[in-house]
Nanobody
Framework: QVQLVESGGGLVQAGGSLRLSCAASGRTFSSYAVGWFRQAPGKEREFVAAISWNFGNTYYADSVKGQFTISRDNAKNTVYLQMNSLKPEDTAVYYC??????????????????????WGQGTQVTVSS
């Protein structure tokens, strides 16, 4: 069992930055992949970024490439989402999620939210214009 806790959300002006954290308890992230998803009011949950803990490969939604960076800290068993140049359309509840690492040949599946077994409670990010 993995418990995930997100933190780092808040209110920021457009153009600003935030760093979200996803800490795991119950076990380490070893052999897991961790993803970030977001859901804006009235919209479906969408994939943002993911990282393979074992291989270090990272994946991003086209909408955040070059703007967001996902990374991991092995010692702290934590995954981060650095968000720069934030826009009002980035406003959403951000969730981290974990799933068993699908292996190198199936890392392309990391965008699929239904494949994730564990979810955090979410953290609100609000970007004002």
């Amino acid at each position: 069992q993995v418990q995930l806790v997100e933190s780092g959300g808040g209110l920021v002006q457009a153009g600003g930055s935030l760093r979200l954290s996803c800490a795991a308890s119950g076990r380490t992230f070893s052999s897991y992949a961790v993803g970030w998803f977001r859901q804006a009011p009235g919209k479906e949950r969408e994939f943002v970024a993911a990282i393979s803990w074992n291989f270090g490969n990272t994946y991003y939604a086209d909408s955040v490439k070059g703007q967001f960076t996902i990374s991991r800290d092995n010692a702290k068993n934590t995954v981060y989402l650095q968000m720069n140049s934030l826009k009002p359309e980035d406003t959403a509840v951000y969730y981290c999620a974990a799933r068993p690492d699908p292996g190198l040949t199936r890392l392309w599946t990391l965008y699929r939210s239904n494949d994730y077994d564990y979810w955090g409670q979410g953290t609100q990010v609000t970007v004002s214009s």
